[in-house]
């Protein structure tokens, strides 16, 4: 089964961003980047594939030459193959989804992972964007599947419940927390992948669909109120959301 799993570079939780001077940007210095935590489940729902079907796992990147980390930590994994589009232009999520698919179609994949989102935009849209591009059967936020003779019977999250799918490869998942728990990278598998070779392909750069106009931190002024259970403290949170929230 040829596997590819796409993954992503954001900023570390812990992080305390700031906005930078131009005002569309965060400011990186003294942020660490790390590989995007549902990125992991993808990794890892790859590497079994591979364990029971034979084959290989391919991870795909587009970034900077600092992106290439994250690959070092997929080979760390278990991965076979690295490769990074490589590119410094600041580019929209549709723009990220041509350069994959177009990778995707140099390689023909059986089925592309990704995780359920990146934790730095959020926009959860990757994995659907891909797959239109590739004409491929798409099922988002698989939170548990199985795969019996070229067909996938999956389920995925929706808002309170469950939601379960099928469709047939190749085809195009992301994965939810859940689904596995990913494997840590032994010590000698991280030395080994330091000197693995990561392949970059060369970037398209075309139009922008999207551009972003501004970037600010949330206001800070807000004032919160902690009561407790008796009459008179429901009575005063109620009257608060009625005539100063106004949302009742």
Request: proline content about 5%.
């Amino acid at each position: 089964m040829n596997i590819l799993v796409c993954i992503s570079q954001v900023p570390d939780t812990t992080a305390k961003i700031q906005v930078s001077g131009d005002g569309i940007s965060i400011e990186k210095a003294g942020v660490k980047f790390i590989l995007n935590p549902y990125d992991e489940f993808a990794i890892e729902e790859g590497l079994r594939l591979r364990e029971r079907f034979g084959g290989t796992v391919t991870a795909l990147t587009v970034g900077t030459e600092t992106s290439k980390e994250i690959l070092r930590t997929a080979l760390a994994m278990g991965v076979d193959k690295a490769g990074i589009v490589k590119t410094d232009a600041t580019l929209d999520s549709f723009n990220v989804a041509e350069n994959i698919a177009n990778y995707a179609k140099s390689i023909i994949p059986d089925i592309v992972i990704f995780g359920r989102q990146s934790i730095d935009f959020d926009s959860s849209g990757m994995a659907p964007m891909v797959a239109e591009m590739l004409d491929l059967p798409s099922i988002s936020v698989v939170s548990s599947w199985s795969i019996e003779n070229n067909a996938i019977i999956a389920e995925r999250d929706i808002e309170g419940g469950k939601e379960v799918l099928s469709c047939t490869l190749p085809c195009v998942i992301s994965a939810q927390k859940g689904l596995n728990d990913p494997r840590y990278p032994k010590l000698p598998d991280i030395m080994k992948a330091k000197s693995k070779p990561i392949e970059e392909i060369a970037p398209s750069h075309g139009a922008s669909l999207v551009s972003l106009t501004s970037m600010a931190l949330p206001s800070s002024k807000r004032v919160g109120m902690i009561v407790g259970d008796s009459e008179a403290e429901i009575t005063s949170i109620v009257t608060a959301l009625h005539e100063q929230a106004k949302v009742i």
